[in-house]
């Protein structure tokens, strides 16, 4: 691959700019569009294959007593480089030498440490890589089996080693998504194994929700919270890595909060396993209470026909890792143009009825207010009812993005279809800690922004300028202050009283931070008609001007989403 480059630029790359810079370059560069994507992607694959990193020694990945070594540091930089650049079969020796080296180097940490940190992170790139490794649908060789059987058995022996050093196990979520990789490649493997008996199967016992505390709202047959928790921030470690049991004890408290309803997809890392395994741990009543909403995400053509059996097929595996019933199957499609989605609704909706074991309801995933209003017609031609019950829009709905307004909201009520949202709170950026605050540093490596929020400042700059969102915040504040709510609170009130919205999903980093009891402040009270008023000025602009300017410069809800993976 070329490397000659204009001599300024050569001079400018090889002497001039900090890290921090390249990294921000690399980040402008690959926002252009898929094709410089792949060009970077292929170039670091072809370093990575040129130059394979080492094995690094056990005595110097932990040299001491809970000491995180550079060499430890940048073992797991590099492991990550390969799995994000499409070597996800070569990243399985690393990670099992990783997992060995924890045992030959007799390592030991204390809880929140640096290492104890590290080692928490390496669950979470284990699972990221895992998911990488399903993704890329590689060839069921022999080796790939050995390989992941290996892995499987460096983590059973962590686990006694663990137990006799009186350490708290950590890679129960990444052995699990590895079982989990096993089983999906080599369903007959004999030697796929048990849960991990640290997990066992012991039943949670939860007390019963505070009576009327929580807002619902009816999706099909059910009664469901106007509070989803959205599971998407398992999708990476960027959102932070909570361990095992760091997230049972979060879902204990949501579910004990009332909030019983949990949003997923097959893409978000180990989500399926996380919250199916949560649910079988329940006791049967109390498992029928809990709504688990996953998606079917097609970002590619298919390539083979649909049919009843296929698309089966694709519920029942979405059934195995949630161990059970999916209530909600949210279909996304990634090109209008390939009609094979009204098919495959039509399959789907005919499985809720004859196996109503594995599916309960269908619904959409970013599809826009023409193609719903599509479906609908499609659907009620084909079998004389709608079918579908809902469409979750991801990234709009807030008061930065209202295009929902433009048409969806429509089309949802006259076919009855409810709005599941997420983004309303902008990835955090509607809260207190903004508001009279300068522009964030996008790429600061002191305070960096996550993955989300560098979307949604992305959205805010569609929308208007940094001072109208610092207005913005204001008018919300002080709003917040009026009903001795937060800001974040005030928004997601503003979105719940929007047409056809049925519930908010509001990003939940299990194990890694707790605001459960914040987020039931949202139910109990309405914002004015003068208060919706007052937020739909800065929501909408003069006139819906800034409404309008989004819809023109983005489309339609779930454009940005078409053709994301082809």
Known sequence: ????????????????????????????????????????????????????????????LFPAHDTCSPECIEYLALTRCLFSSKLASESLTYLTHFVDSVIQARASWTAQSPLSQNVDKFAGDTVQAMQALKESAPEKSTKLKEDLQALLASFASCQTYCASSRLEYPFGRAERQARDTLQLFFADAAAIQQASSTHGDR?????????????????????????????????????????????????????????????????YGDAELVYGDFRNRLPAATQAELYAATKWCVFKPLNTPVTTEYVLAAVRERCRRLGGRVDLLQFHWYDYEAKEYLQILHELIGITKSHPEYLSAVGLCNFDAEHTDEICRYLMDKTGEVGIVSNQVQKQFSPIDTRPLMGMTQVCERYNLKLLTYGSLCGGLLTEKWLNQPPPDIYSPSNPLNPSQRKYLDMINHWGTWQEFQSLLGTLSLLATKYNVSIADVASRWVLQQPSVGAVLVGTRLGVSDRCADALHVFGWNLSNADIMAIDAFAHGNNGEKLHAVYQKIGDCGQEYRGMRA
């Open 1 to 60: 691959m070329g490397g000659h480059v204009n001599v300024l630029d050569d001079v400018l790359i090889s002497n001039s700019v900090p890290p921090a810079y390249l990294r921000s370059s690399l980040r402008a560069l690959l926002s252009q569009g898929p094709g410089i994507q792949k060009l970077f992607v292929e170039h670091a694959r072809s370093r990575l294959q040129e130059t394979p990193p080492q094995l690094t020694e056990a005595a110097k």
């Open 203 to 267: 039943i949670i016992h939860l007390a019963s929700p505070p009576a009327g505390a929580v807002e619902k709202f009816t999706l099909g047959n059910r009664r469901l919270p106007r509070l989803f928790n959205g599971l998407w921030q398992l999708s990476s470690p960027a959102f932070g890595v909570g361990n095992w049991h760091q997230q049972q004890r979060k879902l204990v408290k949501l579910v004990e909060a009332g909030l019983v309803a949990a949003d997923m997809a097959d893409h």
